[in-house]
């Protein structure tokens, strides 16, 4: 949240536009806002907690293509990871876990 407000003060120092700079406190306040109601609820587990839930994903090549969806609508871009590491690689944009599986 913070690099997203920094972001945004950034632009409005640009500009001396009073129209941007009422825009940017009413997206303060609602970046705000949504944050505090998120936190609040216990009983919802985060993002992080979720996609540590599931698995390292196992292939057998040494470089894999995540695109976090079968459904290119729902995914993000295509980012191609190497395997090389014993400990699974995480996809920057998804956070999906990758392993390179050994036969022997």
């Not at 839930?53 to 980012?79: M, N, W, Y």
Request: aromatic fraction near 6%; proline fraction near 7%.
């Amino acid at each position: 949240m913070a690099t997203a407000i920094w972001k945004l003060k950034t632009l409005t120092r640009s500009s001396n536009s009073p129209f941007i700079a009422r825009n940017f406190s009413l997206v303060t306040s609602q970046i705000s806002n949504h944050t505090a109601k998120w936190m609040q609820d216990t009983s919802k587990k985060s993002p992080m907690e979720l996609i540590n839930e599931v698995p390292p994903i196992k292939v057998e090549g040494r470089i894999v293509a995540c695109e976090g969806d079968s459904k290119p609508a729902l995914g993000h871009p295509i980012e191609f990871i190497c395997l090389d590491l014993k400990e699974p690689a995480v996809c920057k944009y998804c956070g999906l876990r990758y392993v390179q599986e050994h036969h022997h």
